[in-house]
């Protein structure tokens, strides 16, 4: 054989080598003959199957900048890497991948550890029915929890496959302009593994809009069950343990705000999930959170909000949408006032707004 017809044989051995593991993902996807129902069942079992990888989610919501919404404005507003070990709803683990290091979240049954490499510091709580999302909830299968499986089974209709992760995964669609003309949501899309429920691409898109505001992807994924011992946290010597008793100001509210909200706001119900003073309003692509603030939390929130690109002031509130998110102040300067934030346009946020104030029920002193 001559030299070159050698160098041929090399390079074609090479590539077979560096594709074969790429082969699954470059296949095209099977669709499925399981009907959009079927689906939507499957995937509300999704939380108790377990699985592993790796995960990105790339976000271009503009959340107003203030202390309180940093870690929410990063996390929705840029890339962000996260591995992942689930177990199941009351097990799991997922690290977020950063620059220089990492910062973990260990969930076993109601105990969260948030753990940070660099610092050796550990902050374990309990897991609050009422907080501020965080990376977990980022994953494409708490996304579709929220999003997909409450949805009204009208407007939830099947898509193509896609091959994701290697994966021949199957494609459900929420219509936003099937589900309720108020939301700011367009549509969303969620491709899960048929076998599992397990979803492993997600895709939100704003009313309008032809790019999607958020995605989440499992990049890559093995569906069976991590062992127990990768979600423990074992401390070292070394590690500053600290026991955390309020996470947010969505804990913080929920704990010790002395009023209750009222049992619907702008036609909306609430969750029976809502806990204290905090109310979680709605399901599927129309939902609201509502939490009461103090002066020192809704000024320089208010602020924030009113610097805001395309900003909407009336008398007594100050909204703005960021792509399907809506965000809005009420109350004036020095007042306090209410956080209303959701998948719904302005005006409905400014009708919630005001049947929190007029419904809302302080409690006698006795009672807090």
Known sequence: MTSPRRWLVVAAL???VVLLPLAPRLLPADETDQEPAALLALLAEA??????????????LQLPATGDLDDLGSLLGETTRLRVWW???????????LTAGESDLRHTDDVTVAYSYEAQEAEVSRDPDIRLPRTSDLLPSELARRFVVGADPAAVSAIPARRVAGVSAAG???????????????????????????PLLLEAYAEGSSAPALTSEVRDYDPGTPPASVVALEPTADTDAERVDVLDIADAASQYAPLRPPAEV????????????????????????????????ADPLREQVAVTPDAVATDDTIGALAGPLGVLVGGRAGDGGWLVAGTLDLDALRTAEADLR??????????Q
């Open 14 to 16: 090479v590539a077979a």
């Open 47 to 60: 939380p108790d199957a377990g699985w592993s990888g790796y995960v990105e989610t790339t976000g271009t």
């Open 87 to 97: 177990r199941d709803a009351d097990s799991w683990r997922v690290d977020r991948l």
């Open 172 to 198: 459900l669609r929420v219509d936003g302009s099937l589900a309720d003309e108020r939301t700011t949501i367009g549509r969303v899309d969620v491709w899960l593994d048929p076998a599992t429920g397990v």
């Open 266 to 297: 702008a036609g909306l119900d609430l969750q029976p999930s809502s806990r204290g003073a905090v109310g979680v309003y709605g399901r599927g692509l129309t939902q609201l959170v509502a939490i009461p603030l103090r002066d020192n939390e």
């Open 358 to 367: 007029a419904g809302a029920v302080y409690l006698p002193e006795e009672d």
